[in-house]
């Protein structure tokens, strides 16, 4: 059972530009919501996370727009660079107890210069 | 100010036969977790230990399946009569009790 559902699979955008990666979940009990950066041959790393009682988290390029009503949250990557050419995870878990992390089917991301 | 590491980093089976996966977690850290990651796929959940105590192992896909971490440190994540399916990367995850996980760099996994 996919309890989190990930899109696109695979975005190609130029330097500069705007990434963006959609997910929705269906355990309305998940409290945290991160997103993990997996590069080849890496384990994955934990990049941004949000809560649901805020909108929109913001770290540097990185911005989590969270609408909890329709069960859905994005990441965008602003000015993207190749360096950020990794696989992108989202997540979900409790924020109580041990957090096992439920994942997305992943999003991989090519940024060409 | 080593990370969590796992080994071997590949490992090449032939199907019926047992392996036995090892995760190093950081030093200090009462929670790991094992999790499997298909080809193309994200990582899903295994098992998770408190220290020595395994408290969940609702993600073992079947009984060929087992882990250990008996001094609360270092974990083995043993497949016994490996099947062609089990072909994946798996992951070692340690964190200090309900905080950020670290992920190792995996074992890839590969049964012929």
């Known amino acids: 059972q996919q309890q989190v559902k990930q899109s696109p699979q695979s975005l190609i955008v130029q330097k500069g530009g705007i990434s963006i990666i959609n997910c929705a979940y269906e355990?309305?009990?998940?409290?945290?919501f991160p997103w993990y950066q997996q590069f080849p041959g890496k384990g994955p790393a934990l990049l941004i996370a949000i809560r649901p009682d805020v909108s929109e988290k913001k770290e540097g390029r990185f911005t989590i727009s969270f609408n909890k009503s329709a069960k859905q949250f994005s990441l965008h990557i602003m000015d993207s660079q190749p360096g950020d050419s990794a696989t992108y995870f989202c997540?979900?878990?409790?924020?109580?107890?041990?957090?096992?992390?439920?994942f997305g089917t992943g999003t991989k991301l090519q940024v060409i210069p | 100010g080593a990370g969590v590491s796992q080994s071997p980093r590949y490992k090449v089976a032939k199907r019926g036969q047992d392996v036995a996966l090892r995760c190093d977690p950081i030093s200090g850290h009462v929670s790991l977790f094992w999790y499997q990651q298909a080809l193309g796929q994200g990582p899903e959940f295994l098992t998770y230990f408190q220290n020595e105590a395994q408290l969940d192992k609702s993600g073992l896909p079947s009984d060929r399946f087992f882990a250990e971490r008996p001094e609360g440190s270092v974990s083995t994540l043993k497949i016994q009569r490996t099947q062609q399916e089990d072909s994946a990367v798996y992951l070692c995850a340690s964190s200090q009790k309900g905080r950020e996980q670290f992920f190792g760099p995996g074992t890839r996994l590969t049964v012929l």
């Open positions: 355990n309305t009990a998940f409290d945290y």
């Open positions: 997540a979900a878990t409790l924020s109580g107890g041990y957090q096992k992390v439920t």
